[in-house]
């Protein structure tokens, strides 16, 4: 597991804490490939400064655990590349996943104070991590960093809302669809390729959170690269009809 550092500062001393850092320009958060998909993207040049001296990189291993839900929330993430699972275990011990994030998501800002929900890697992922005390007091001074929280919140519960439509009373192949389509769409947003969608997940993570048999899914796919509407590739699938893929998916 990722081992958390707990801040041996006063929360209500953030202002002395950085008033005695330095900030390396070089690493400067301005230069950060996900910051204008990430809540920094609310953030004022002095502010970027405040986050990247509060702020440290934490490289997490494919497979490795950050945290579990039930535990408390002591840092919260910046995804600045790769993927993360977030998944809860049922009481009868199966696994129900109920999001992958990536560059620019935002996680561990827990109103409870303890995580809601468990969190691995995928695959390798770079995030920016910062005592969640410390980045609550920072964000009680800045009411624009607020705002789009609640911005981040509105979405959340969007895709929650989007997941569980999802899971309801679409067929299987309406499910598989859908998924590579919201994938396209966090892709656009990225400003990467459109046509070959990166897949770093397994297909037991498809089918874990689809609510399907890794079977299903196998079958799925492989009908649709029958019917030539995509490509199964190293890592990913090749759309090779996206209309298509569009019609089934808004089904």
């Given amino acids: 597991m990722v081992q958390v550092r707990v801040a041996a500062y006063p929360v209500n001393g953030i202002d002395e804490f950085l008033a005695g850092t330095r900030s390396d320009p070089a690493s400067h958060c301005v230069n950060c490939s996900a910051r204008h998909l990430s809540v920094c993207s609310a953030l004022k040049p002095e502010d970027l400064l405040y986050t990247h001296q509060l702020s440290e990189t934490v490289r997490i291993p494919a497979g490795e655990t950050v945290f579990i839900a039930g535990e408390p929330a002591r840092s919260v993430y910046t995804i600045k590349s790769g993927t993360l699972r977030l998944y809860r275990i049922l009481p009868d011990g199966r696994r129900q996943i109920v999001g992958f994030i990536g560059a620019g998501d935002f996680l561990g800002l827990a109103l409870a104070g303890r995580y809601s929900y468990s ?40 895709l929650a809302h989007d997941h569980m439509v999802l899971l309801g009373r679409r067929s299987a192949e309406e499910k598989v669809a859908a998924f590579l389509l919201s994938l396209r769409e966090r892709m656009r947003r990225l400003g990467t390729s459109m046509v070959t969608l990166a897949l770093p997940m397994s297909r037991a993570d498809l089918a874990d959170y689809l609510g399907l048999t890794i079977e299903t899914v196998c079958r799925v796919v492989s009908k649709l690269a029958r019917q030539k509407i995509l490509l199964v590739v190293p890592h990913g699938v090749r759309l090779l009809d996206p209309r298509r893929l569009e019609e089934i998916g808004a089904s």
């Fill in 119 to 158: 969190a691995d890697a995928v695959d390798e992922v770079c995030a920016c991590r910062i005592d969640r005390g410390l980045y609550m007091s920072f964000m009680s001074k800045r009411p624009h960093l607020l705002r789009r929280l609640h911005e981040v919140a509105n979405q959340e519960l969007i």
